[in-house]
């Protein structure tokens, strides 16, 4: 896919797309989960151009501050390509603020049938820009850490870095 462009940040590589009028059409972890089913219907669109340096930079900058506690939500543009269904899940994640979490049950019931967690949960698995559009913040019903594409340990790092999480200390083994 043309258009495709990697950095790295604080929080591991990432590799991102923009489309033609500069916004974030795709943000994922490089180094984790390869989602070539997501980049192929991104591929769909039409050509993805290669980004504008500014608007990897203005990313870039804002992901840097996000790491480090000094930003809480992002300017970037972004432009979400889903079902209408997704687009609802993907509206509802935005909504979850900074350092709060929810369950796939508690998004479904907002979205007007609590019996649709599961669909949630694979309209959660296809969001196209992570961090952003916060999937991170969604947590199973028991108060586990459930599915991410950047991976569990990246997703129980999002949640600590917005204090929405604790990380249970694993006992040290003594000898």
Wanted: glycine share 10%.
């Amino acid at each position: 896919m043309n258009g495709l462009h990697r950095f790295d940040t604080p929080l591991g590589p990432v590799q991102t797309a923009f489309d033609a009028e500069g916004a974030l059409i795709y943000l994922g972890f490089a180094d984790h989960e390869f989602r070539e089913s997501l980049l192929g219907k991104l591929a769909r669109l039409g050509p993805v151009p290669n980004p504008d340096s500014t608007a990897v930079d203005r990313l870039r900058h804002q992901l840097e501050d996000y790491a480090a506690g000094r930003r809480t939500a992002f300017e970037v543009p972004f432009r979400l390509h889903g079902s209408s269904f997704e687009l609802r899940v993907w509206a509802a994640l935005q909504r979850i603020p900074f350092g709060e979490t929810r369950s796939y049950g508690q998004l479904a019931a907002e979205l007007g049938d609590p019996n649709l967690s599961r669909a949630v949960g694979r309209a959660n698995g296809a969001n196209p820009v992570s961090i952003l559009v916060p999937c991170h913040r969604v947590i199973g019903a028991n108060g586990s850490l459930t599915g991410y594409a950047g991976g569990l340990a990246m997703k129980e790092r999002l949640l600590a870095l917005e204090g929405a999480f604790s990380p249970v200390p694993h006992p040290v083994e003594s000898r």
